[in-house]
């Protein structure tokens, strides 16, 4: 194993500590039922989450609770809507009310109203027309037109593609030119740094889905994106405001149900690794909590049953990035980065470079301060013209440490120094592999590169 000094701190990336994240289990009494497939928005007006629904895996609510952050509350409206899960929920900012489309009842039937809630009662809006009753959808609120936004679902005969908006008043089927294919169970949030609603994931019926897709109003648009979440369903993602990013959470997949975080801004995806981690859940309900600036969490299914637990996300936490492509190898797969421990203060970072070719060998591991600039030259760089055919170089390789690996497999770690001014220290890498037996000029192959921050 090799070490590598940290490069100079002057010259770094610094972000505010302030916008570090960890994830903690809170302890509020009373607190709902254990809930899989309940639904929950932040009311920006009365500086609470509203929640409300969900299934115990016997029985279905139609309760409505509200947390301040401090302590759950149950409220006792005079109208009440039908008991339902698997509905959708955005709350409309600039009338301040709480908005609610869809979901099935204790007898699967596919509900189809239309309810909003204003922090003392609801209200079924009945509108002449909307959406078909459906299941699984999603729904976002978009702050720059004033609108709620709804994607796919499931009708009791078949995935759905279709785009609704709601004004308040009426439902609006759009028609862009592009959408994403038809499908349930994905994640939507509206990112109000770019006015982009963004999609992950979901289920078509046959394939757990894994791309990402971005509606800017007039047309959804798929984004080509390095380093993305593996393919899940019932994830949820709510949109970060004080940090500017969409954060998604859980999930599942086909084989298990997943507890891992992450964040996507116009950059692309980035893994939060956090010290704290909930237990891995799917169907869940998050929401951000603008006043105090946490993602909360609460309810899903861990796989045998429903869960209780309320979280948020906030705090400490070091971030890892892959982006860019890899060229191959003589063993036909390109050298890859993978992270076996983040960089915490005082602490030591480590990661493998796997997929090497041969039984042993040298890699050459660079690190560099910069993915847009190698001195005056733009990146990403084609290197080509110097061998490496088919291979681009990620970021500007300030310095590099030359590694053995074995069984195609190379060690590097990171002692970092106990300085709290080094939380938000930014670099950037990309692999070497030497690879005599590979036909290119030079005699190597490049990973993928990878961003890393420090907690």
Sequence with gaps: MSTLRI??????????????????????????????????????????????????????????????GTAWQLRTPATVPDERDSHCMAYDLARGRTVM?????????????????DGTNWTNASPAVGPAGRILS???????????????????????????????????????????????????????????VVLFGGWNGTTILGDTWEYDGTT??????????????????????????????????TAIDRNDTWEYDARGWRRLFTASVPQGNSAMALAYDLGRARTVLFGGFNGTGSIGETWELG??????????????????????????????????????????????????????????????????????????????????????????????IASWSLPVPNNPALAGFQMFLQALSLDPAVTRPFPGALSAAAEMNVQ
């Design 7 to 68: 490069l100079p701190f002057a010259a770094a990336t610094i972000a505010s500590s302030l916008f570090a994240q960890d994830w903690s289990l809170q302890s509020p009494t009373p607190s709902p039922a254990g809930a899989i497939f309940p639904r929950m928005v932040y009311d920006v007006a009365r500086a609470r989450c509203v929640e409300f629904g969900g299934w115990s895996g016997a029985s279905v609510f139609d309760s409505t609770w509200e947390y301040d």
């Design 220 to 253: 959804w648009t798929q984004v080509a994106t390095d380093g993305a979440p593996p393919a899940r369903v019932d994830a949820q993602m709510v949109f970060d405001a004080a940090r500017g990013r969409c954060v998604l959470f859980g999930g599942a997949d």
């Design 315 to 408: 705090g400490a936490v070091a971030t890892w990035r892959t982006f860019g492509t890899g060229c191959l190898g003589s063993n036909n797969l390109a050298p890859r980065l993978v992270p076996v421990a983040l960089p915490g203060i005082g602490a030591t970072a480590q990661l493998d470079v796997v997929d090497l070719p041969g039984a042993s060998g040298f890699v050459m591991l660079g690190a560099g301060l910069s993915d847009s600039q190698l001195g005056a030259v733009p990146l990403p760089l084609d290197v080509g013209p110097i061998g490496l055919t088919g291979c681009r170089l990620y970021m500007s390789n300030d310095v590099a440490v030359v590694l053995n690996h074995t069984n195609g």
């Design 101 to 117: 489309f869809g979901g099935w009842d204790i007898n699967f039937v596919h509900l189809g109203q239309t309810w909003e809630w």
């Design 138 to 196: 999603a729904m976002t609120y978009d702050i720059a037109r004033g609108v709620v936004v709804l994607f796919g679902g499931t009708s009791p005969s078949a995935f759905l593609a279709d785009t609704w908006e709601w004004n308040g008043s009426t439902w609006t089927q759009r028609t862009p030119a592009t959408w994403p294919s038809p499908r349930n169970s994905h994640a939507l949030a509206y990112d109000s740094a770019r006015g982009r």
